[in-house]
């Protein structure tokens, strides 16, 4: 004979008491400050977003690579990733970034090339982009944050730029590395605009994405670091240097979180991107069922 189970209603007894302690720990997220919520007298609208969904991709790791001594290129890793991920249509623009200036939110940025129009915000260092991120998410009761590298390929698709050069290089003139580098990269930026174009100027990708790889770099929040490789291809030691972190665009490149203008430094080897903005991805964190059923509870 078949049994089939079934699931009896719960008993009032059981879930009045799990929705009580329910509400009362979404009270705790509001009160502490976990979830955010809309600052009074708000009224940003929530930028336009592209969901990108789950896939496996391929992407350099970050940072620089050294083996036997000698600076090699990075190696290209395999990635599956099983979630998507909700990231800004197009990078953060001007008049978006200035509403968080007149707010005292944000510092002025400090653009090399002044453009007209609706276009990014430039002349942003990384610490910048956070404070955006954070004036952001208090304005929308929202998550928002910077990409780490591994998001931004993942979200770049067709558009991501394979950095290595493909070369040996010779431990007895590493320079050539070097000139190689600041070759190619200087064809790259040869070809966008020198200035910042009005958003949309540089077109979309497959997964709907804007301006990728155009006049604009765009910081993550990946820290630059040092890896030594044996023989074998394995790591032998990893150093983080979290003062510096990974810009993405033509080509990628390290710059000190301080810098808002590329070209007076903080570019280890190559030539230095010419405009420093950014897009911001955002989160569903943890605690948003609360956040939702604290909303329902305080009206």
Same mark, same amino acid.
Not at 2 to 24: D, T
Not at 180 to 183: D, I, K, N, S
Not at 205 to 208: A, Q, R, S
């Given at each position: 004979?078949?049994?089939?189970?079934?699931?009896?209603?719960?008993?009032?007894?059981?879930?009045?008491?799990?929705?009580?302690?329910? %509400?009362?720990?979404?009270?705790i997220?509001?009160?502490?400050g976990? #979830? /955010?919520f809309? +600052?009074?007298? $708000? !009224? @940003? *609208? &929530?930028?336009?977003t592209?969901?990108?969904?789950?896939?496996?991709? %391929?992407?350099r790791?970050?940072?620089?690579?050294?083996?036997?001594? #000698? /600076?090699?290129? +990075?190696?290209? $890793? !395999? @990635? *599956? &990733?099983?979630?998507?991920?909700?990231?800004?249509?197009?990078?953060?623009g001007?008049?978006?970034?200035?509403?968080?200036?007149?707010?005292?939110?944000?510092?002025?940025a400090?653009?090399?090339r002044?453009?007209?129009?609706?276009v990014?915000?430039?002349?942003?260092?990384?610490?910048?982009?956070?404070?955006?991120?954070?004036?952001l998410?208090?304005?929308t009761?929202?998550?928002?944050?910077?990409?780490?590298?591994?998001?931004?390929?993942?979200?770049?698709?067709?558009?991501?730029?394979?950095?290595a050069?493909?070369?040996?290089?010779?431990?007895a003139?590493?320079?050539?590395?070097?000139i190689?580098?600041?070759?190619r990269?200087?064809?790259?930026g040869?070809?966008?605009?020198?200035?910042?174009?009005?958003?949309?100027?540089?077109?979309e990708?497959?997964?709907?994405v804007?301006?990728?790889?155009?006049?604009?770099?765009?910081?993550?929040?990946?820290?630059?670091?040092?890896t030594?490789?044996?023989?074998?291809?394995?790591?032998?030691?990893h150093?983080?240097?979290?003062?510096?972190r990974?810009?993405?665009?033509?080509?990628?490149?390290?710059?000190?979180?301080?810098?808002?203008?590329?070209?007076?430094?903080g570019?280890?080897?190559g030539?230095?991107?010419?405009?420093?903005?950014?897009?911001?991805?955002?989160?569903?964190?943890?605690?948003?069922?609360?956040?939702?059923?604290?909303r329902r509870?305080?009206?």
């Open positions: 004979m078949k049994v089939i189970a079934s699931r009896a209603n719960p008993s009032p007894s059981l879930w009045l008491p799990g929705l009580l302690l329910c %509400s009362l720990l979404a009270l997220a509001v009160q502490s976990l #979830v /955010p809309p +600052a009074a007298g $708000a !009224t @940003i *609208e &929530r930028p336009e592209i969901i990108v969904p789950p896939r496996s991709f %391929s992407s790791l970050a940072g620089e690579f050294v083996r036997d001594r #000698v /600076p090699v290129d +990075a190696p290209m $890793a !395999t @990635i *599956e &990733r099983d979630r998507p991920i909700e990231i800004m249509k197009f990078q953060v001007v008049f978006d970034y200035a509403r968080c200036v007149a707010d005292g939110a944000c510092e002025a400090a653009p090399r002044k453009a007209d129009g609706d990014p915000v430039t002349g942003v260092n990384f610490n910048d982009a956070k404070d955006y991120a954070r004036w998410s208090a304005q009761g929202e998550t928002w944050r910077l990409p780490t590298v591994e998001e931004w390929a993942f979200a770049a698709g067709s558009r991501l730029v394979d950095h050069l493909g070369i040996e290089t010779d431990s003139n590493p320079a050539e590395r070097w190689a580098t600041y070759e990269e200087a064809a790259l040869a070809a966008a605009s020198a200035k910042p174009e009005p958003r949309g100027a540089f077109g990708n497959e997964l709907g804007a301006d990728l790889g155009g006049s604009v770099w765009e910081w993550t929040a990946t820290c630059d670091g040092r030594t490789l044996g023989i074998d291809g394995g790591v032998l030691t150093i983080e240097s979290c003062g510096v990974i810009l993405e665009g033509r080509h990628r490149a390290p710059m000190s979180a301080f810098i808002r203008d590329g070209r007076s430094g570019c280890s080897v030539t230095p991107p010419d405009n420093l903005g950014f897009r911001l991805v955002r989160e569903r964190p943890w605690y948003a069922p609360l956040a939702e059923l604290a509870i305080t009206g």
